[in-house]
C-alpha cells in the first residue's frame, strides 16, 4: 500500500542522518555485513567510527573506548550495513503500459516534485545512492538532485545521464503515436544518428550536467514481439563514437540490451554496462561478459512487475511462462557471472510510486530464486559501486569510504525480505561529501 506524501515525508526525516562535517559518531553494530565480495563479509559487535563524513575505524567493540565528544548510536541488537545503491532506475520516469496518459500529461513538469517524493520512498528503504537512466527531460532530474544537494531536502546521492540516445526511431520511439509528435516531444529520448551528430548530444549532455552515458543498442522490453526484439539500434561505428567521446572525457556508457545480440552489439563495441539483458538464459552471456569486461545491471524486478500486470498487459500464456522461467534463469545466470567474475551490478528499472519505493524487492527475488544472500548483498553494495565507478568512496563499511550506512532491524543475512520493509530500516545516514564518478573509464 503506497503511503500518502505527508508519511512518507515523516518517515524519511524521521530516520535519516545528515552527517555534518564536524560530526563524530560512534555506532556500536551487533553486526555488520561488510558488502565485501570475500573476507570479512560479515563481523560481530563492533564499533564503527565516523567522523567528518567518513568512517574512521571499524573495529571490535570489546577493545575500544569511546570518544568523550561522540555521538553512540547504538544498533547493538541490530545490523549495518552500507547505504544500498540503486543502479539503474528513472526517477521522472513514464508509466510503462499507458504511455498516453503519461507523455501527455498536462503538467508535465509536476514529475519534478512527483520524482522527488519517489526518490524519498527509494531512500526510505535504506538506498543512499540512486541512478537515474533517462526518459524525458533530465533537467528534471537536475532539478531534484538540485533540491537535494542544494536545498538541504534530505534524499540519495543522485546520478543522472542526460538524455537517453536513441537511433532515429529506434528504442526512443512510442509506437502508438506519431513519429514526428515523438520526435518533438522526446518522451524516453532524443534521437541522433550518425559519428559526429552522436558525439555531440554525448557533449551535450556532459555539458549539462550527466554523469554518464544512457544508450538504446536494441529495442523492445521484456515483453516485446520477436519481430521488435530482434532489431539492433545503431552501426558499430555510431556505438564507438559515442564510447569514444565518452571515455575520452572520463565517463561511462550504460546500454539497453533485451537479447544476447544487443548486448554483443554494446560490449563488443566499448560499452561499459549492459542493462537488463537476454530474458532467458543463453550460455554465450556469461562468456561475453567477462571477455569484454562490461558490467551487468540484471533488473529482474522487472519480470516480476510484468507478471504482477499480465492482466493489464494482457499477456499471453507463453509470455507469462517465458518470463516465470526467465526470472529462474536470471539467478542462474547471476550466479555463473558472479563465478566468472563479472561485475553484477544491483539496478531494477523501477519508475514511479509504488514501483520506487519497492526497489529492494530485487533483493528478495534474486535470493528467492537462489543467488545466495551474501552475493545479493554485494550486488546492491560493492558491486553496484564497481558497476556505476563508485567503489574508491562508497559500497563497503570499511574505513576510509563515505559513511553511507543503514541500520536494519533484523538481519538480512538469515532473512532478506527485511530490506523489503522500510520501517525496518531505522536509520540512514549519509555523508555531507559529495563525491563523482570514478572517471577511470573501464577500458
Ligand atoms: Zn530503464
Not at 526518459?135 to 537517453?164: D, S
Not at 563515505?402 to 536494519?408: N, S, W
Amino acid at each position: 500500500m503506497q503511503c500518502s506524501a505527508i508519511d512518507l515525508i515523516l518517515q524519511v526525516t524521521g530516520k535519516v542522518v545528515a552527517l555534518q562535517p564536524d560530526q563524530k559518531v560512534v555506532i556500536r553494530a551487533g553486526k555488520v555485513l561488510t558488502g565485501r565480495q570475500s573476507g570479512g563479509r560479515v563481523l560481530y559487535d563492533q564499533a564503527v567510527v565516523v567522523e567528518d563524513g567518513v568512517i574512521s575505524a571499524v573495529m571490535d567493540w570489546g577493545s575500544f573506548v569511546i570518544p568523550l565528544e561522540a555521538e553512540l548510536v547504538d544498533a547493538s541488537d541490530s545490523t549495518l550495513m552500507p547505504g544500498l545503491i540503486e543502479g539503474h532506475c528513472h526517477v521522472t520516469g513514464e508509466r510503462v503500459c499507458d504511455p498516453h496518459a503519461t507523455h501527455l500529461e498536462a503538467v508535465g513538469d509536476a514529475r519534478v516534485l512527483r520524482g522527488l517524493l519517489d526518490v524519498w520512498a527509494v531512500m526510505n528503504e535504506g538506498f543512499t545512492t540512486v541512478f537515474s537512466m533517462g526518459h524525458g527531460n533530465p533537467n528534471h532530474a537536475a532539478a531534484i538532485r538540485e533540491a537535494v544537494n542544494g536545498e538541504g531536502f534530505p534524499g540519495p546521492r543522485i546520478y543522472h545521464c542526460g538524455w537517453a540516445i536513441s537511433q532515429t526511431a529506434g528504442h526512443g520511439n512510442v509506437r502508438e503515436w506519431s513519429y514526428d509528435l515523438v520526435k518533438s516531444l522526446k518522451p524516453r529520448s532524443l534521437f541522433a544518428d550518425g559519428p559526429y551528430q552522436l558525439r555531440a548530444v554525448v557533449r551535450q549532455n556532459l555539458g549539462c550536467g550527466a554523469d554518464f552515458i544512457k544508450i538504446y543498442s536494441g529495442e523492445g522490453g521484456f515483453t516485446a514481439p520477436e519481430n521488435i526484439s530482434r532489431r539492433l539500434d545503431f552501426t558499430s561505428e555510431e556505438i564507438q563514437a559515442i564510447v569514444d567521446e565518452a571515455h575520452r572525457q572520463g565517463f561511462r556508457v550504460a546500454s539497453h540490451c533485451m537479447t544476447l545480440a544487443h548486448a554483443i552489439h554494446a560490449a563488443e563495441n566499448g560499452v561499459d554496462r549492459v542493462e537488463h539483458g537476454p530474458v532467458l538464459y543463453e550460455p554465450g552471456f556469461v562468456h561475453m561478459l567477462r571477455d569484454t569486461g562490461a558490467s551487468w545491471c540484471p533488473t529482474v524486478s522487472q519480470l516480476w512487475w510484468a507478471l504482477v500486470e499480465r492482466e493489464s498487459r494482457r499477456l499471453s500464456e507463453s509470455m507469462v511462462s517465458r518470463l516465470e522461467r526467465g526470472l529462474a534463469d536470471r539467478a542462474r545466470t547471476i550466479v555463473e557471472a558472479l563465478e566468472a567474475g563479472v561485475t553484477v551490478g544491483f539496478g531494477t528499472d523501477n519508475r514511479m510510486r509504488p514501483k520506487a519505493g519497492r526497489n529492494a524487492l530485487e533483493f528478495q527475488l534474486m535470493a528467492s530464486h537462489g543467488v545466495p544472500t551474501l552475493d545479493v548483498i554485494s550486488i546492491g553494495t560493492v558491486l553496484a559501486a564497481r558497476m556505476v565507478g563508485l567503489e574508491p568512496h562508497l559500497g563497503t563499511v570499511e574505513e576510509g569510504k563515505l559513511a553511507d550506512l543503514i541500520v536494519v532491524d533484523g538481519d538480512p543475512e538469515k532473512e532478506i525480505a527485511v530490506l523489503t520493509q522500510p520501517e525496518r530500516i531505522t536509520r540512514i545516514l549519509k555523508s555531507y561529501r559529495q563525491v563523482h564518478l570514478d572517471p577511470a573509464a573501464k577500458r
